[in-house]
């Protein structure tokens, strides 16, 4: 039996509590693409590092900054001269713009459904025009459906993301248990949330009644933030995007409706479209991504890729899988087997 989940916290909180080693024999979990910044197309990364070195300010998450594009990270631009600046929210960066209207400021958008909300915010507040957005956020339904074509990564079970699903409520995945006969749980991040979730799937697939269950019913809703659902649903359309390693997924992405174009960097800097090196050689994350493997089958795992060595940004990322197994790789030794 495996259960796949889609969220890199989820993956920390089974890594940390060691909640592999209390599952029953024959019962695995797999990490689906769940980590954000593990999936941002090598491509963004270029796209905002060609500008840091032209002279325009980048700001983004902390997370992405040592993230290898095609040909290094906005860290390797920093080092050359760009002026590269680590946010905490979308905020700090339009602030960063009002203080400096002499300079111009690209905001490196990523994230799933839950920080996508704060960017629609302030598209529609009305950004300073010295600030445009690279919008790069992915949903979270569109990778789940891709988990199921995949043809042999099997699993029985789906534990949905606690945080997305506050924000786009039980409804976004009826299809799941309807079309596909594949159960799912929406899940917390307390170890017993994870532990319950998991246990709420086995018996769906015990009593063969696939269906959508809520283990999260103190956060998360049938319809989720309907407020910001409606913020998303002004400031973006849905289209096709490229996820890292995995290619293009139909109506995965989001992107500013044109309405709000002048805000859009990929116009405003004349930024083509283009396909970036996602893997860099060795470097399986494209497969570590769709649980196809586990860290430790990576050959450069803890050898030449470290959390501070990094080789894929599933190494660098808080939420990338490798790096949560590397952290743990000591106090898991138990559990790290294949
Ligand atoms: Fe890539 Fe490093 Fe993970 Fe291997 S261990 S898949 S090289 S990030």
């Known amino acids: 039996m495996k259960i796949c989940h889609v969220c890199g916290t989820h993956e920390w909180v089974i890594a940390h509590f060691g909640l592999r080693a209390l599952l029953p024999e024959g019962v695995d979990v797999i990490a689906g693409p769940g980590c954000p910044v593990c999936v941002t197309p090598a491509a963004d990364i270029d796209s905002v590092i060609k500008l840091a070195l032209e002279g325009v300010v980048i700001t983004t998450f902390g997370d992405i900054f040592r993230v290898p594009g095609s040909n290094g990270s906005l860290m ?23 203080k400096e209207p002499n300079k111009e400021f690209v905001f490196l958008a990523i994230g799933f459904e839950t920080t996508a909300p704060s960017t629609a915010v302030e598209v529609l507040r009305g950004a300073p025009e010295n600030l445009s957005f690279l919008i790069s956020h992915r949903l979270i339904p569109p990778a789940m459906e891709l988990m199921l074509g995949v043809g042999d990564v099997r699993f029985d079970g789906f534990i949905a993301p606690g945080h997305v699903s506050t924000i786009i409520g039980l409804k976004a995945y009826e299809v799941f248990p309807k079309a596909y006969g594949m159960p799912v749980v929406v899940a917390g991040f307390e170890p017993l949330d994870v532990l319950v979730g998991i246990y709420m ?8 009644r696939p269906r959508l269950e809520n283990e999260y019913k103190r956060a998360v809703t049938w319809d989720g933030n309907v407020r910001a659902q409606e913020l998303m649903a002004k400031a973006f359309s849905v289209v096709d995007g ?36 996602d893997l860099l050689p060795g470097c399986q994350c494209h497969l570590i991504i769709i649980g196809k493997i586990k860290p430790i089958e990576c050959p450069l795992f803890l050898r030449a890729c470290r959390p501070d060595s990094p080789k894929g940004p599933c190494m660098v990322s808080f939420e990338g899988t490798c790096r949560i197994w590397a952290k743990h790789a000591l106090m898991e030794s138990t559990t790290l087997s294949v």
């Open 201 to 208: 799937v086995l018996r769906q697939v015990r009593e063969r």
């Open 242 to 277: 490229f996820w890292r390693g995995l290619g293009k997924l139909p109506r995965s992405a989001l992107d500013l409706r044109e309405e709000f174009s002048k805000w859009d960097a990929r116009r405003r800097y004349g930024l083509k479209p283009q396909r970036g090196r």
């Open 76 to 98: 390797d631009a920093k080092a050359e001269g760009g002026d590269v600046r680590v946010v905490y929210s979308i905020s700090d960066a339009v602030e960063m713009a009002r």
